[in-house]
């Protein structure tokens, strides 16, 4: 028998050594900030409402008058996506939105401290019987929304549903940044999963029916396989809820945000299908992007418009390609 001939290992030198122990020491330093990061959040979170609002008035003045942050594409998608609202109602929305806007960062800020008592207080579900329905069936869900109303708030979800729910979501370039979302985002029971591990990890068998919630109207790039009508523009659309629907035979639901004069915001689903394989390509998409624009219509103000949804011009309709300067970049519109 012929033995197998081992090849001779490089021995350890003192370079190794010293890579292994930058490694180390740069993941210790990585923690230490994360943690003090999100130690300061947390400081501030503490504060009492009161001064919660007085921030957000304050953060409304900075953004929408001092900084102006992205007003060129606030402008822009608004005066696109409302093609019949004049100059006048395109600045009240305008000025609706970054109000919008400064509340949700806000909240954003107490969910680093919150507790679930109060945060259940502020989330309700106008129409559980749906969600019973399906667990009694034991059918897993697939619940699909927008960047509409304060949507980090579903992170309560586990507190309120019976079901296992996941949230699928689009990794971040920077590694600190979502470091500290996965922090507060997964405090109440809520398990984050990869887009790109999704399907693979909801087919596995689970002991209870599972709910999983993914945003669906983010940008997808440019080699989006369908486009879609959408807020009065070709828009390119993830096809990843119907992709996951068909894979593992989930309901899928479409989930509407809206805020109560009472400062509570309302849960309402509603049934896309829930046969997902014998829906067409693109169906379930389409059903989505509808009912996702009704409620932008509805309430435009609690979309997030400073999105940049429509990055190239070959994503909007003929007209308005060849209409020359956007109303955003015209003289009168310069002065919000």
Known sequence: MVSKIEKPTSPVTANDYVSLFMKSFTSFIYNVLCWFIYGVFWFFSLAPRRWLRWLSAGLYVLLCKVVRYRRDVVLQNLSRAFPTKNYSEIIVLTRLFYLHFSSLLTGVLELFSISSEALKKRVRLENPDILH???????DLI????????????????????????AIYKPMRSGL?????????????????????AAR???????????????????PGTTAARDFNFMNQQTAAFAGAEKMARATGAVV?????????????????????????????GEITAVFLDKLQASIVRRPELWLWSHRRWKHPGNLP?????????????PEYRAV
């Open 318 to 330: 003929v007209e308005l390609q060849a209409a020359g300067p956007s109303r955003s970049e015209r």
């Open 133 to 139: 329905k399906y667990l009694q069936k034991g059918r």
């Open 253 to 281: 639901l479409y989930l509407e945000m809206t805020s109560h004069q009472s400062g509570c915001w309302e849960l309402r689903h509603s049934v896309i299908t829930e046969t997902p394989g014998g829906c067409l390509p």
């Open 177 to 197: 940044a979502a470091a500290l979302s996965r922090r507060f985002r997964s405090r109440f029971g809520m398990k984050l999963i990869p887009a790109g591990q």
């Open 201 to 219: 990890k909801l087919m596995r068998p689970s002991a209870r029916p599972r709910l999983a919630i993914l945003i669906g109207d983010q940008y």
């Open 143 to 166: 619940v699909v929304t927008g960047h509409y109303g304060n949507w980090e708030y579903l992170n309560i979800l586990p507190e309120i549903t019976e079901y296992d729910v996941y």
